[in-house]
C-alpha cells in the first residue's frame, strides 16, 4: 500500500519561504510521476508542480504559471522523499498543499496547464500566508 506524508507547512508573511517535504512509502516501481497540489477554501484542488523519476534520473520539472520562478520541485531517491521549496510566498499560496505520486508520464496527466489527478495521495500541509 502506498503512503505519503507530508511535512513543513505552517504559517507565514508575504514574501517568506517554506519547504514542503513528503515521504512516500510502499511504492515498488522504480518510475512515477511525483507531484505537489493544493486546495484552497471553497475553491477545486489544483496541480502546482510535478517531477517524472525513475531509476535516479529526475526529469524537467513543471509548473504552473502562478508559482514558476517561485516554487522548485525536486526529489531525493536515496530518502524517498519529494520537496517543494517556496519563496517569494503570496496571501494566494494559502492553501492545504498534497502530494501525490502515479505511475504514468507526467506529460500524459497535463492538460491545457492543467493537472489530472493522481491515483496516491497524502493526508496534505496547511500553508497559510499573511498579508
Known amino acids: 500500500q502506498v503512503q505519503l506524508q507530508e511535512s513543513g507547512g505552517g504559517s507565514v508573511q508575504a514574501g517568506g519561504s517554506l519547504r514542503l517535504s513528503c515521504v512516500v512509502s510502499?511504492?515498488?516501481?522504480?518510475?512515477?510521476?511525483m507531484g505537489w497540489f493544493r486546495q484552497a477554501p471553497g475553491k477545486e484542488r489544483e496541480g502546482v508542480a510535478t517531477i517524472y523519476v525513475d531509476s535516479g534520473y529526475s526529469g524537467i520539472p513543471v509548473y504552473i504559471d502562478s508559482v514558476k520562478g517561485r516554487f522548485t520541485i525536486s526529489q531525493d531517491g536515496a530518502k524517498n522523499t519529494l520537496y517543494l521549496q517556496m519563496k517569494s510566498l503570496k496571501p494566494e499560496d494559502t492553501a492545504m498543499y498534497y502530494c501525490a505520486i502515479e505511475r504514468r508520464l507526467c506529460s500524459t496527466l497535463w492538460n491545457g496547464g492543467s493537472l489530472a489527478p493522481f491515483g496516491n495521495w497524502g493526508q496534505g500541509t496547511q500553508v497559510t500566508v499573511s498579508s
Open positions: 510502499g511504492y515498488t516501481y522504480s518510475a512515477a510521476c
